[in-house]
Protein backbone atom coordinates (compact mmCIF):
# COMPACT_ATOMS: atom_id res chain seq x y z
CA UNK A 1 0.00 0.00 0.00
CA UNK A 2 1.24 3.28 -1.00
CA UNK A 3 0.47 6.86 1.07
CA UNK A 4 -3.46 8.07 0.32
CA UNK A 5 -2.14 11.12 1.75
CA UNK A 6 1.00 13.04 3.27
CA UNK A 7 1.91 15.69 5.48
CA UNK A 8 5.52 17.13 5.42
CA UNK A 9 6.27 19.63 8.36
CA UNK A 10 2.66 21.17 8.29
CA UNK A 11 3.20 24.19 10.50
CA UNK A 12 -0.26 26.56 11.71
CA UNK A 13 -0.27 30.28 12.91
CA UNK A 14 -3.21 32.27 14.37
CA UNK A 15 -1.45 35.71 14.07
CA UNK A 16 1.33 35.23 16.76
CA UNK A 17 -0.51 32.10 18.09
CA UNK A 18 1.11 28.47 16.55
CA UNK A 19 -1.54 26.26 16.62
CA UNK A 20 0.28 23.15 14.99
CA UNK A 21 4.42 22.86 15.04
CA UNK A 22 6.22 21.04 12.29
CA UNK A 23 3.62 17.73 11.69
CA UNK A 24 4.59 14.97 9.63
CA UNK A 25 2.25 12.41 9.30
CA UNK A 26 0.57 9.77 6.36
CA UNK A 27 -2.13 8.08 5.38
CA UNK A 28 -1.98 4.57 3.75
CA UNK A 29 -4.69 3.31 0.93
CA UNK A 30 -7.47 1.58 3.19
CA UNK A 31 -5.69 2.43 6.81
CA UNK A 32 -6.91 3.76 9.52
CA UNK A 33 -5.18 6.58 11.78
CA UNK A 34 -5.97 7.36 14.52
CA UNK A 35 -4.53 10.78 15.40
CA UNK A 36 -5.27 11.84 19.62
CA UNK A 37 -4.61 14.49 22.15
CA UNK A 38 -6.70 16.71 24.52
CA UNK A 39 -7.92 19.97 23.49
CA UNK A 40 -6.04 22.79 22.43
CA UNK A 41 -3.08 19.99 20.81
CA UNK A 42 -3.40 20.64 17.10
CA UNK A 43 -5.75 17.99 15.90
CA UNK A 44 -8.71 19.57 14.79
CA UNK A 45 -6.44 22.41 13.05
CA UNK A 46 -4.51 19.86 11.24
CA UNK A 47 -8.03 17.92 9.90
CA UNK A 48 -9.13 21.38 8.73
CA UNK A 49 -6.33 22.65 6.86
CA UNK A 50 -6.36 19.42 4.65
CA UNK A 51 -9.81 20.44 3.07
CA UNK A 52 -8.57 24.09 3.19
CA UNK A 53 -11.24 24.88 5.98
CA UNK A 54 -9.47 27.02 8.00
CA UNK A 55 -10.59 30.14 6.73
CA UNK A 56 -8.65 33.60 6.72
CA UNK A 57 -6.88 34.28 9.89
CA UNK A 58 -4.92 30.88 9.26
CA UNK A 59 -1.25 30.99 7.95
CA UNK A 60 -0.49 27.01 6.94
CA UNK A 61 3.01 26.37 5.31
CA UNK A 62 4.57 22.66 4.62
CA UNK A 63 3.21 19.91 2.02
CA UNK A 64 -0.21 18.58 2.07
CA UNK A 65 0.05 15.73 -0.72
CA UNK A 66 -2.72 14.23 -2.05
CA UNK A 67 -2.65 11.10 -3.96
CA UNK A 68 -6.00 11.53 -5.86
CA UNK A 69 -7.52 11.29 -9.37
CA UNK A 70 -5.60 13.44 -11.20
CA UNK A 71 -2.29 12.04 -9.50
CA UNK A 72 -0.78 13.92 -6.85
CA UNK A 73 -0.97 17.26 -5.53
CA UNK A 74 -0.51 19.87 -2.70
CA UNK A 75 -3.68 20.66 -1.42
CA UNK A 76 -1.85 23.54 0.23
CA UNK A 77 -1.14 25.44 -2.45
CA UNK A 78 -4.06 24.04 -4.62
CA UNK A 79 -6.38 26.73 -5.58
CA UNK A 80 -9.78 27.09 -4.26
CA UNK A 81 -11.82 25.70 -7.02
CA UNK A 82 -9.32 22.68 -7.69
CA UNK A 83 -9.85 21.94 -4.16
CA UNK A 84 -13.47 21.93 -4.55
CA UNK A 85 -13.42 18.82 -7.07
CA UNK A 86 -11.75 17.40 -4.14
CA UNK A 87 -13.47 18.74 -1.12
CA UNK A 88 -16.24 16.26 -0.22
CA UNK A 89 -15.75 13.73 -3.39
CA UNK A 90 -12.39 12.28 -3.08
CA UNK A 91 -11.69 13.22 0.87
CA UNK A 92 -14.72 13.71 2.86
CA UNK A 93 -15.31 14.81 6.46
CA UNK A 94 -17.53 14.05 9.29
CA UNK A 95 -17.82 17.22 11.77
CA UNK A 96 -18.43 16.25 15.49
CA UNK A 97 -21.18 18.38 16.40
CA UNK A 98 -24.41 17.39 14.33
CA UNK A 99 -26.91 19.47 15.50
CA UNK A 100 -24.70 22.62 14.11
CA UNK A 101 -23.23 20.88 11.14
CA UNK A 102 -26.64 19.91 9.55
CA UNK A 103 -28.95 22.95 8.08
CA UNK A 104 -31.95 23.29 10.15
CA UNK A 105 -34.42 24.75 8.10
CA UNK A 106 -33.66 21.85 5.45
CA UNK A 107 -34.88 18.44 5.27
CA UNK A 108 -31.81 15.79 6.00
CA UNK A 109 -33.07 13.80 2.31
CA UNK A 110 -31.92 16.95 0.28
CA UNK A 111 -29.14 17.73 2.09
CA UNK A 112 -27.54 14.30 1.37
CA UNK A 113 -28.69 14.10 -2.28
CA UNK A 114 -27.24 17.70 -2.50
CA UNK A 115 -23.67 16.63 -1.38
CA UNK A 116 -24.26 14.16 -4.46
CA UNK A 117 -25.47 16.83 -6.75
CA UNK A 118 -22.48 19.08 -5.93
CA UNK A 119 -20.10 16.95 -7.07
CA UNK A 120 -21.96 14.78 -10.05
CA UNK A 121 -24.09 17.70 -12.07
CA UNK A 122 -25.56 14.47 -14.18
CA UNK A 123 -27.96 13.11 -11.64
CA UNK A 124 -31.52 13.84 -12.33
CA UNK A 125 -33.60 14.67 -9.13
CA UNK A 126 -34.99 11.51 -8.98
CA UNK A 127 -31.97 9.46 -9.05
CA UNK A 128 -29.82 12.20 -6.49
CA UNK A 129 -33.02 11.25 -4.24
CA UNK A 130 -32.89 7.62 -4.98
CA UNK A 131 -29.10 7.73 -4.30
CA UNK A 132 -29.87 9.71 -0.93
CA UNK A 133 -31.98 7.45 0.40
CA UNK A 134 -29.64 4.41 -0.20
CA UNK A 135 -27.15 6.27 1.57
CA UNK A 136 -29.41 7.19 4.83
CA UNK A 137 -30.32 3.74 4.75
CA UNK A 138 -26.78 2.14 4.72
CA UNK A 139 -25.93 4.16 8.09
CA UNK A 140 -29.08 2.50 9.18
CA UNK A 141 -31.62 5.87 9.54
CA UNK A 142 -35.02 3.22 10.50
CA UNK A 143 -37.50 3.83 7.52
CA UNK A 144 -35.19 6.17 5.06
CA UNK A 145 -37.91 6.69 1.96
CA UNK A 146 -40.38 7.94 4.44
CA UNK A 147 -38.50 10.19 6.52
CA UNK A 148 -36.59 11.19 3.91
CA UNK A 149 -38.35 14.52 4.12
CA UNK A 150 -37.92 15.33 7.83
CA UNK A 151 -35.87 17.68 9.30
CA UNK A 152 -32.34 17.53 11.95
CA UNK A 153 -34.86 18.02 14.82
CA UNK A 154 -36.67 14.84 14.70
CA UNK A 155 -34.14 13.13 14.74
CA UNK A 156 -31.80 11.96 17.94
CA UNK A 157 -27.65 12.59 18.33
CA UNK A 158 -26.91 9.61 17.38
CA UNK A 159 -29.09 9.68 14.26
CA UNK A 160 -28.13 13.11 13.32
CA UNK A 161 -24.15 11.82 13.11
CA UNK A 162 -25.49 8.72 11.12
CA UNK A 163 -27.03 11.41 8.54
CA UNK A 164 -23.58 13.37 8.75
CA UNK A 165 -21.94 9.82 7.38
CA UNK A 166 -24.39 9.71 4.78
CA UNK A 167 -23.69 13.15 3.64
CA UNK A 168 -19.87 11.95 3.51
CA UNK A 169 -20.04 8.95 1.71
CA UNK A 170 -22.42 9.59 -0.87
CA UNK A 171 -19.37 10.58 -3.13
CA UNK A 172 -17.77 6.88 -2.17
CA UNK A 173 -14.34 9.14 -1.04
CA UNK A 174 -11.63 7.46 -0.54
CA UNK A 175 -10.44 8.93 2.29
CA UNK A 176 -13.18 10.22 5.26
CA UNK A 177 -12.13 12.25 8.20
CA UNK A 178 -13.79 11.66 11.01
CA UNK A 179 -13.39 14.85 13.73
CA UNK A 180 -14.42 13.55 17.00
CA UNK A 181 -17.64 12.04 15.66
CA UNK A 182 -18.70 10.37 18.96
CA UNK A 183 -17.77 13.31 21.26
CA UNK A 184 -21.29 14.88 22.00
CA UNK A 185 -22.83 11.30 22.42
CA UNK A 186 -23.92 8.78 25.28
CA UNK A 187 -21.56 5.74 25.88
CA UNK A 188 -24.35 3.43 24.43
CA UNK A 189 -24.96 5.24 20.87
CA UNK A 190 -20.68 5.74 20.77
CA UNK A 191 -20.44 2.30 20.41
CA UNK A 192 -23.34 2.05 17.62
CA UNK A 193 -20.96 4.77 15.93
CA UNK A 194 -18.03 2.90 16.18
CA UNK A 195 -18.76 0.25 15.03
CA UNK A 196 -21.11 1.67 12.16
CA UNK A 197 -17.96 3.69 10.94
CA UNK A 198 -15.67 0.34 11.12
CA UNK A 199 -18.48 -1.92 9.14
CA UNK A 200 -18.41 0.87 6.37
CA UNK A 201 -14.93 1.44 6.22
CA UNK A 202 -14.38 -2.35 5.36
CA UNK A 203 -17.41 -2.59 3.29
CA UNK A 204 -15.84 0.59 1.46
CA UNK A 205 -12.34 0.20 1.59
CA UNK A 206 -12.06 3.48 2.93
CA UNK A 207 -9.16 5.55 4.47
CA UNK A 208 -9.40 6.83 7.41
CA UNK A 209 -7.93 9.72 10.19
CA UNK A 210 -9.95 9.54 13.31
CA UNK A 211 -9.64 12.03 15.41
CA UNK A 212 -10.43 11.95 18.91
CA UNK A 213 -9.11 12.70 22.51
CA UNK A 214 -9.89 9.21 23.61
CA UNK A 215 -7.25 6.99 23.36
CA UNK A 216 -9.61 3.91 24.03
CA UNK A 217 -11.95 4.80 21.61
CA UNK A 218 -8.70 5.44 18.79
CA UNK A 219 -7.75 1.89 19.63
CA UNK A 220 -11.35 0.57 18.65
CA UNK A 221 -11.36 1.85 15.18
CA UNK A 222 -7.77 2.41 14.19
CA UNK A 223 -4.74 -0.11 13.28
CA UNK A 224 -2.04 3.28 14.28
CA UNK A 225 -1.93 6.12 16.36
CA UNK A 226 0.09 9.49 16.29
CA UNK A 227 -0.24 11.68 19.70
CA UNK A 228 -0.10 14.89 19.65
CA UNK A 229 1.12 17.47 22.31
CA UNK A 230 0.99 21.30 21.39
CA UNK A 231 0.89 21.25 17.98
CA UNK A 232 3.63 18.44 17.86
CA UNK A 233 3.40 14.76 17.32
CA UNK A 234 5.89 13.24 20.19
CA UNK A 235 4.36 9.64 19.40
CA UNK A 236 3.42 7.06 16.66
CA UNK A 237 3.48 3.62 15.95
CA UNK A 238 1.14 0.11 16.10
CA UNK A 239 -2.05 1.14 18.15
CA UNK A 240 -1.48 -1.97 20.52
CA UNK A 241 2.52 -0.88 20.92
CA UNK A 242 1.44 2.60 21.55
CA UNK A 243 -1.56 1.39 23.94
CA UNK A 244 0.64 -1.46 26.22
CA UNK A 245 3.72 0.24 26.05
CA UNK A 246 3.72 3.84 25.21
CA UNK A 247 7.15 5.36 24.86
CA UNK A 248 6.36 9.08 25.37
CA UNK A 249 5.47 10.63 28.86
CA UNK A 250 2.67 12.54 27.51
CA UNK A 251 1.20 9.50 25.82
CA UNK A 252 1.77 7.20 29.73
CA UNK A 253 -0.07 10.43 30.62
CA UNK A 254 -2.88 9.82 28.72
CA UNK A 255 -3.23 6.70 29.25
CA UNK A 256 -3.27 7.34 33.51
CA UNK A 257 -5.83 10.03 33.15
CA UNK A 258 -8.40 7.73 31.54
CA UNK A 259 -10.83 6.19 34.51
CA UNK A 260 -11.54 2.33 34.01
CA UNK A 261 -13.62 -0.28 36.55
CA UNK A 262 -10.43 -0.53 38.61
CA UNK A 263 -9.90 3.13 39.13
CA UNK A 264 -9.29 3.61 42.89
CA UNK A 265 -12.43 6.34 43.49
CA UNK A 266 -10.57 7.93 45.89
CA UNK A 267 -7.42 8.51 44.32
CA UNK A 268 -7.14 11.83 42.13
CA UNK A 269 -6.54 10.62 38.40
CA UNK A 270 -3.37 11.42 36.80
CA UNK A 271 -2.51 14.74 35.81
CA UNK A 272 -1.44 15.58 32.08
CA UNK A 273 2.02 16.28 31.71
Not at 57 to 72: D, H, R, Y
Not at 78 to 88: C, D, H, M, T, V
Not at 217 to 222: H, M, T
Not at 237 to 265: C, F, K, N
Request: overall charge neutral; proline content about 4%; glycine content about 10%.
Amino acid sequence: MGALLEIRDLQIRFGAAEAVRGIDLHVEEGEVLGLVGESGSGKSATALSILGLLGPAASVTGQILWCGANGEVDLATLPASALRQIRGREIAMIFQEPMTALNPVMSIGRQVAECGTAHTSSWTGKEAKRKAIAALEAVAIPDAAQRYGDYPHQFSGGQRQRILIAMALINRPRLLIADEPTTALDVTVQAQILALLAELQREYGLAMLFISHDLAVVGQVASRVAVTRKGVIVETGAVRGVLTRPQHEYTRSLLAAVPTLRTDRETPLATIR
